[in-house]
């Protein structure tokens, strides 16, 4: 197999390698493509980005909801852009900012009936998606792949987040 690297040709048959040999980390990414695009493609349906869902799936894990400040830290997103994304789903009837009673500076952020509905909706396109994704595998396999990403996640992200 011949490439072309920076104007001249190069034979790279002898450092290819079949995807069987790739590296944890590469079939990882590729994983991770594909899945998004299903997860896209079954979010589209409902009118929704995958940043939305994240946002609504961070809101509904705390219990009395979040500050705008926290929430653009869990989301790893920039103040303003946090502002647009709120707009949206405020706009949409999704989530509703309030007045925190003991800073009134603060925001708190939480969901509102339709927004709860909406994850749940969500969360089944997203069950959907990952089972399309996941077919090929076995239910005591992917139970075990499961385990496997939330140990892996646990260690990579740890208290950061990721």
């Given at each position: 197999?011949?490439?072309?690297?920076?104007?001249?040709?190069?034979?790279v048959?002898?450092?290819?390698?079949?995807?069987?040999?790739?590296?944890?980390?590469?079939?990882?990414?590729?994983?991770?493509?594909?899945?998004?695009?299903?997860?896209?493609?079954?979010?589209?349906?409902?009118?929704?980005?995958?940043?939305?869902?994240?946002?609504?799936?961070?809101?509904?894990e705390?219990?009395?909801?979040?500050?705008?400040?926290?929430?653009?830290?869990?989301?790893?997103?920039?103040?303003?852009?946090?502002?647009?994304?709120?707009?949206?789903?405020?706009?949409?009837?999704?989530?509703?900012?309030?007045?925190?009673?003991?800073?009134?500076?603060?925001?708190?952020?939480?969901?509102?009936?339709?927004?709860?509905e909406?994850?749940?909706?969500?969360?089944?396109?997203?069950?959907?998606?990952?089972?399309?994704?996941?077919?090929?595998?076995?239910?005591?396999?992917?139970?075990?792949?499961?385990?496997?990403?939330?140990?892996?996640?646990?260690?990579?992200?740890?208290?950061?987040?990721?």
């Amino acid at each position: 197999m011949f490439v072309i690297v920076c104007g001249y040709h190069r034979d790279v048959s002898a450092t290819a390698t079949s995807p069987a040999d790739a590296a944890c980390g590469i079939l990882l990414m590729r994983l991770a493509r594909a899945s998004g695009r299903r997860l896209a493609t079954a979010l589209a349906d409902l009118g929704m980005s995958g940043q939305e869902l994240a946002a609504l799936q961070l809101v509904a894990e705390s219990a009395g909801g979040l500050s705008q400040q926290q929430l653009s830290e869990g989301l790893r997103i920039h103040p303003s852009n946090l502002v647009r994304l709120l707009d949206a789903l405020e706009g949409d009837g999704l989530v509703a900012r309030i007045r925190d009673p003991a800073d009134r500076r603060r925001h708190i952020v939480g969901l509102t009936p339709t927004g709860f509905e909406r994850l749940k909706q969500a969360h089944r396109a997203a069950q959907a998606a990952e089972r399309e994704l996941l077919e090929p595998l076995a239910p005591e396999e992917r139970a075990q792949l499961r385990s496997y990403l939330r140990r892996l996640t646990a260690h990579s992200c740890g208290m950061r987040g990721c």
